[in-house]
């Protein structure tokens, strides 16, 4: 069965770094576009960022630009989210998904306070 698996939150304080992974199994990751998805208490789910299959092509929001890297490891089925200079206002649940289908992990819990 196609499942994604978030791992890598935590708590942080402002100006630290955290590295998010997902992990996926029951489809071919390899030829599969992804993103990360966040969403914070009372707001929309948003989109963090986009990568390619072969991750030679990304898109960030705005809004974490400069300070999120979005990578992955075909041969391991792993996608990442390299998180610096983290805020308060990047405290969220942070999701994987399948670009093009309605597959989603369970979210891993990022918080940013001091």
């Known amino acids: 069965q196609v499942q994604l698996v978030e791992s890598g939150g935590g708590l942080v304080q402002p100006g630290g770094s955290l590295r998010l992974s997902c992990a996926a199994s029951?489809?071919?990751?390899?030829?599969?576009?992804m993103s990360w998805y966040r969403q914070a208490p009372g707001k929309e789910r948003e989109l963090v960022a986009h990568?390619?299959?072969?991750?030679?092509?990304?898109d960030y929001a705005d809004s974490v630009k400069g300070r999120f890297t979005i990578s992955r490891d075909n041969a391991k089925n792993t996608m990442y989210l390299q998180m610096n200079s983290l805020k308060p206002e990047d405290t969220a649940v942070y999701y994987c998904?399948?670009?093009?289908?309605?597959?989603w992990g369970q979210g891993t819990q990022v918080t940013v306070s001091s």
């Open positions: 998904k399948r670009r093009n289908r309605s597959v």
């Open positions: 029951g489809f071919t990751f390899s030829s599969s576009a």
């Open positions: 990568i390619s299959d072969t991750g030679g092509s990304t």
